[in-house]
């Protein structure tokens, strides 16, 4: 039987930021938290809330500059290192000192940090089409089809992008389930469709500011972006035990950023979908619920 969601669950911070949340179970199950990416909010994640709340305290937030949580109006806010703290306050908040993480683009980026900075914190990381920064950061350097797919992140990074995203009800928010090369989304219903916009009228400036306050975008003459960072790869290594889902015909981000993953990680399993897309948990969350149910039992 699916579990209960409960909605409207806010949780006051130690820095200062208040999140929104959703959750199914109960508290003192073990506690697997749930991080959306852009366009999104909680409700990526209802699919997995239903499923996972039998077993798990399970907890999907809106981050920071999303839907009913808190949206700082300075760009600095939108760090990544600021995000990874709301996160770790986010589990303390909860009652615990640990948990799995389960994260999807913007998610799945500011999960990788807190893996790499914080790993005690986890039990297992589950990243869902969301690449290694390092990696990402020399494809986006380096790739020539990386810097053309990443395009939109200079645009979306451009003064007033929430002004046009916000146009025409939300023409261009909806092409971005509807468009980049792919067919109709059959999941983004019209039910659906309202329950996002309804997010976007919260605000749409907080969403952007990830792509504004983030070095790792294509390289232009104003901004040279990742050409100016000097990383050493040792530093970007993960201890936790890790396993990553990929829709193959991702059009942003390809699956050529899987490749060399295996060196920054020594317990990685990759799932590659070869018939999905960047939205695969909203496609095909019976796979996606089931491949977690796989990752979640391996000891």
Sequence with gaps: MAAA???NQFAALDNGTRLHYASAGQPGQPLILFVHGFPEFWGEWEAQLHEFGSTH??????????????????????KARHIVDDLRLLIGHLGYEQCILVAHDWGGAIAWNLAIALPQLLHKLIIINSPHPYLFMQALATDAHQKASSDYM????????????????????????????????LWFTDAVRERYHACWRHGLRGGVNYYRASPLHPPTPDHPGPL???????????????????????????????????????DLQIE??????HWIVHEQPVLVNRLLRQFVAER
Aim: charged residues 25%.
């Design 5 to 7: 969601i409960r909605d």
């Design 272 to 277: 590659r979908v070869a018939d999905a897309s």
């Design 228 to 266: 100016k960072l000097t990383l050493d790869p040792a530093a970007f290594r993960v201890s936790v035990s890790t396993r990553v889902i990929w829709g193959e015909t991702d059009f942003a981000l390809p699956k050529t950023l899987l490749d060399g993953l295996d060196q920054f990680i020594a």
């Design 154 to 185: 200079n645009w979306l990074r451009a003064e007033g992008s929430e002004a046009a995203l916000e146009k025409n009800d939300f023409a261009l928010l909806d092409g971005f389930f509807n468009g980049m090369g792919q067919p109709p989304a």
């Design 57 to 78: 305290f399970a907890v999907a937030p809106d981050l920071r500059g999303f839907n009913l949580s808190d949206m700082p109006p300075d760009l600095s806010s939108y």
